[in-house]
């Protein structure tokens, strides 16, 4: 089952703006990562939270993690366009695998900056 | 550049053809990862390999066929598919955990490959 959902689908903003993106999970987690795609390339890490942190900073990247709500954000400030790309959570889904990474990812938010 | 090279990046290939994609990471994981990405679903996972030993499989045609000859290459084998397997064809890497509480590592993902079938 589809573990992270994103929202909203797609956002439009002007470069400057901060841009605000949403994570909902439904079962526990042990932490909680954000990727982003460039159109049509692959995925690239950006931040992971652990179920014990509350909040995270990246360079121009907030992301907290409210684990009561099953519920993430992803907070870009001051956004430039290269900032333009679709933007994913993902969450370890079921159970402990052992030795290797079972993440499941959203379908994500598509995010344009407008110059 | 994430350490995770894929080729082909384009193939297009008829329904009888066979074809097989490339990845290799030069990260020294030991856990690689085969995706699959369709227009407006999200990220599937197809395969995953932790130390060149397949330990997932999520109910992916026959038609896919993976091999991991070593920790540092993945392949995946296609034969005879269908016009609904067009897709970007993602790989990735990352080091595997053992500690249930530190939860998964990041992964590492390559550029990808867009396979058109016809």
């Known amino acids: 089952s589809q573990q992270g959902e994103e929202d909203p689908q797609a956002l439009s903003i002007q470069e400057g703006e901060n841009a605000t993106m949403n994570c909902s999970y439904k079962?526990?987690?042990?932490?909680l990562q954000w990727y982003r795609q460039n159109s049509g390339r692959g995925l690239v890490h950006l931040i992971l939270?652990?179920?014990?942190?509350r909040e995270k900073h990246s360079g121009r990247l907030r992301v907290t993690l409210d684990t009561s709500k099953k519920s993430s954000s992803l907070l870009i400030t001051a956004s430039r366009a290269a900032d333009t790309a679709s933007y994913f959570c993902?969450?370890?889904?079921?159970?402990?695998?052992?030795?290797?990474?079972?993440?499941?990812f959203g379908a994500g938010t598509r995010l344009a900056v407008h110059p | 550049e994430t350490g995770v090279t894929q080729t082909p990046r384009h193939l297009v290939m008829g329904m009888t053809n066979k074809k097989s994609l490339k990845c290799e990471q030069h990260?020294?994981?030991?856990?690689m990862y085969w995706y699959k990405q369709s227009a407006k679903k999200p990220l599937e996972l197809m395969f995953v390999?932790?130390?060149?030993?397949?330990?997932e499989n999520n109910s992916v045609p026959s038609r896919f066929s993976p091999e991991c000859p070593n920790s540092s290459h993945l392949f995946l084998h296609l034969h005879t598919l269908q016009p609904e397997d067009s897709a970007l064809y993602l790989c990735?890497?990352?080091?595997?955990?053992?500690?249930?509480?530190?939860?998964?590592?990041?992964?590492?993902f390559g550029p990808g490959t867009r396979l058109t079938v016809t």
């Open positions: 390999y932790s130390l060149e030993e397949r330990v």
């Open positions: 990735a890497s990352s080091q595997g955990w053992k500690d249930r509480e530190l939860g998964p590592h990041e992964q590492y």
């Open positions: 990260l020294g994981h030991n856990a």
């Open positions: 079962t526990s987690i042990n932490n």
């Open positions: 939270i652990r179920s014990n942190e």
């Open positions: 993902a969450t370890a889904g079921g159970m402990f695998s052992g030795g290797y990474n079972k993440l499941i």
